[in-house]
């Protein structure tokens, strides 16, 4: 499966942003989906995760209340709404596709399968 995530920009702090994370190849309704983010000098960290229906969802503390993660299999895409963004925000944000079946959520980056190429977010002050 292929992962082109978009959507990443310049905003000023308080702001939105939308990410989508679209996916070829292979249907992703049945696969777990997530986000990850890496700020220039540090690791890789996990965002926010979702189950194959929507159903259940997984987010960083970092993040609750301001980010919320959805999908439209039909559309076979990922979304990640971004609200009230802060400059510690800004990082390269990745989608991530787990393809083996699970009962959890990973949060971390070696539980999923595949990887987007990442969109550039960077929050002003």
């Known amino acids: 499966v292929q992962l082109q995530a978009s959507g990443g920009g310049l905003v000023q702090a308080g702001g939105s942003l939308r990410l989508s994370c679209a996916a070829s190849?292979?249907?992703?309704?049945?696969?777990?989906m997530g986000w990850f983010r890496q700020a220039p000098g540090k690791e890789r960290e996990f965002v926010t995760a979702?189950?194959?229906?929507?159903?259940?969802?997984s987010s960083a503390h970092s993040v609750k209340g301001r980010f919320t993660i959805s999908r439209d299999n039909a559309e076979n895409t990922v979304y990640l709404q971004m609200n009230s963004l802060k400059p510690e925000d800004t990082a390269v944000y990745y989608c991530?596709?787990?393809?083996?079946?699970?009962?959890?959520?990973?949060?971390?980056?070696?539980?999923?399968?595949?990887w987007g190429q990442g969109t550039q977010v960077t929050v002003s002050s």
């Open positions: 190849g292979r249907t992703l309704s049945t696969y777990a």
């Open positions: 991530a596709a787990r393809i083996r079946s699970s009962t959890v959520l990973g949060r971390s980056w070696f539980w999923y399968d595949y």
């Open positions: 979702i189950n194959w229906s929507g159903g259940a969802t």
